[in-house]
């Protein structure tokens, strides 16, 4: 079967650094995703990982181990606004551009 | 350059009305998707479509859901005789053709309500 799993919740402090890990199992592989979705918003585009590695963009960064089917979403100095839900998704390898998705992380950000 | 157009951004049905959903992908974009995503849960695979041709309709349910996306307008997701277990946030998103390395762009989404 296919199963992507995150933590379902985490609080956090502003300004300190909060770590949202993926873990998957998926018959194929075409990279992963991760979205960011405020309540009632659509998600939005984060990240992508199709090699193993830490890829960084502000203070937003994502790591990827494919032997492990692992991934870490890592965001730094954070900040109100990053109170949302955080969507780990995979594609599918071939044509097909089907994304399979986790449940999504509520992340909380408190002052 | 508009992005991921879908329309209404909220629609109320009745219990066995039907339901349109539109969707216009972004300039340039010729994979278009359709999500639902329930309350507390994840979004879930619906269909996803290029012009005139339906891909991959695997989460679909079998009955009274269909989905176009034709040569010419938007994409449409049509659902007959609602009931309200069809109540959910319906979400579109394009992708341009080729390597998709950004994954998608979403639209901000339909709320179907189901009274």
């Known amino acids: 079967g296919q199963n992507i799993d995150q933590p379902t919740e985490m609080t956090a402090t502003e300004g300190a650094i909060v770590q949202i890990n993926c873990t998957y199992q998926t018959s194929g592989f075409n990279g992963l995703f991760w979205y960011q979705q405020h309540a009632g918003e659509a998600p939005t585009f984060l990240s992508y990982?199709?090699l193993d590695g830490l890829e960084e963009k502000g203070r937003f960064s994502s790591f990827l181990s494919r032997s492990k089917g692992y991934s870490y979403l890592l965001l730094k100095e954070l900040q109100m606004k990053d109170s949302a839900s955080y969507l780990c998704a995979v594609g599918n390898a071939g044509n097909n551009r089907k994304l399979i998705w986790g449940l999504g992380t509520s992340l909380a950000v408190n002052p | 350059n508009a992005g991921v157009m879908q329309n209404p951004r909220h629609l109320v049905r009745r219990r066995g009305q039907e339901a349109r959903l539109r969707c216009s992908p972004m300039k340039g974009h010729s994979h278009v998707y359709w999500y639902r995503q329930l309350p507390e849960e994840g979004l879930k695979f619906m269909v996803y479509?290029?012009?005139?041709?339906?891909?991959?309709e695997s989460g679909m349910p079998k009955e009274r859901f269909s989905a176009e996306f034709p040569k010419e307008g938007p994409s449409i997701l049509r659902i007959q005789q609602v009931v309200r277990g069809d109540s959910a946030a319906y979400f579109c998103a394009s992708s341009p053709p080729g390597p998709s390395n950004y994954g998608y762009t979403f639209g901000s989404g339909t709320r179907l309500t189901v009274v």
């Open positions: 990982n199709v």
């Open positions: 479509l290029q012009k005139e041709n339906i891909i991959d």
